[in-house]
């Protein structure tokens, strides 16, 4: 059975052409299943025949929602998806004043293994589909009743570890006769696969990227992330940096701040260090604890104490506002008390 969230539109045409329908069919139900609608006998502009031969044929999937945390304090909705295989995955649903977002995951857990991250305790369950990425938007768009108008892929997984699938969503996303979403509103997170953030460069130079730095040595780096072993911090930023000569785009530095491992005044400056001249900006996160990681987050007041270093020495800086504090909706944590 095809999967009709997992095509974008050309594979819908070639589909088409293979069941010996007109081209433009393909825009009809493309449209359709972006408006959220999962029943072909409600594809009403096809014919009946066409219809019965989709029901046969393909299918369009859903999530089933397993549980939904509704914040008290803001609009954050957090939730907790069954995959058509049995595997969980979470999303994040949040609103600014600029619009509602939807933070959503790219593989059922991750084989990074960053040490102070829930989402890799259990490893790599498998890659999502286009689809299912997709369908956790139009889940809680289903959800809500609201629109959803941008995207940040910070969920779980590792999305340059899932580099196709990651560029069919991507691009389904972005076509105008379905959700229509701009790439200049999308955000992919990376741990800092090199190779890939070049590609990236290539095939998105208008997608936000946004690169997971946690550390200033590679010794620090290195004691909170393995990927830093294959890709250490210098190589990272010179990626970095061609990318934005590349794209002209400013990148986003992740930095989670630990207690006594990276929040030192020596630490603030040597990411300025590191960072000057770079066209960025850097987004501090006190680290969400996650029982036994053995790591212990920093107090709000030290993340704006390391906010001001950053900014007097001209590195444009912000605290991650916390959104959705009253659910937990730290990475993977919910999916990891479920299993
Ligand atoms: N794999 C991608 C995207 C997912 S994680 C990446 O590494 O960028 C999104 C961000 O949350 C990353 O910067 C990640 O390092 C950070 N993160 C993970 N667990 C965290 C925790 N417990 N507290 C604070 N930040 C965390």
């Not at 991507?170 to 509103?185: A, E, T």
């Amino acid at each position: 059975m095809v999967d009709l969230r997992d095509l974008q539109l050309y594979e819908m045409e070639e589909l088409m052409a293979r069941l010996g329908q007109p081209k433009f069919r393909a825009k009809q139900i493309f449209k359709w299943i972006y408006k959220g609608v999962t029943d072909f006998d409600e594809m009403n502009n096809l014919p009946k025949d066409l219809r019965q031969l989709l029901a046969e044929q393909c299918d369009i999937g859903r999530l089933e929602v397993l549980q939904v945390q509704r914040s008290k304090n803001d609009g954050t909705r957090k939730y907790l998806f069954r995959l058509e295989d049995g595997n969980t995955i979470e999303s994040v649903f949040m609103q600014y004043k600029y619009g509602n977002s939807i933070c959503v995951s790219s593989q059922a857990g991750c084989r990074m293994g960053c040490r102070f991250c829930a989402s890799t305790r259990e490893g790599l369950a498998r890659d999502l589909t286009p689809g299912e990425i997709l369908s956790q938007l139009l889940e809680a768009q289903r959800d809500t009743g609201e629109e959803i108008r941008h995207i940040v892929v910070m969920g779980t997984g590792e999305p340059f570890d899932n580099y196709e699938n990651l560029a069919a969503f991507l691009h389904i996303v972005n076509d105008k006769n379905g959700l229509n979403i701009s790439m200049r509103n999308i955000t992919v997170s990376t741990c800092g696969l090199v190779p890939m953030i070049q590609r990236f460069s290539d095939d998105f130079p208008q997608v936000n990227l946004a690169i997971s730095l946690h550390g200033t040595t590679d010794q620090i780096r290195g004691s909170m992330m393995p990927v830093n072993k294959k890709y250490p911090v210098d190589v990272l930023l010179e990626a970095c940096r061609d990318y934005t000569r590349k794209t002209g785009r400013r990148i986003t530095f992740e930095y989670t701040m630990v207690n006594g491992v990276n929040d030192s005044d020596e630490d603030a400056d040597r990411l300025c260090r590191l960072l000057r001249g770079m066209l960025c900006h850097v987004n501090l996160i006190p680290l969400n604890k996650v029982s036994q990681s053995g790591f212990d987050t920093v107090s709000r007041a030290r993340a704006k104490e390391f906010q001001s270093i950053l900014e007097n020495k001209g590195i444009p800086a912000t605290v991650r506002r916390e959104l959705g504090a009253d659910i937990d909706a730290a990475c993977g944590q919910l999916r990891l008390g479920k299993r």
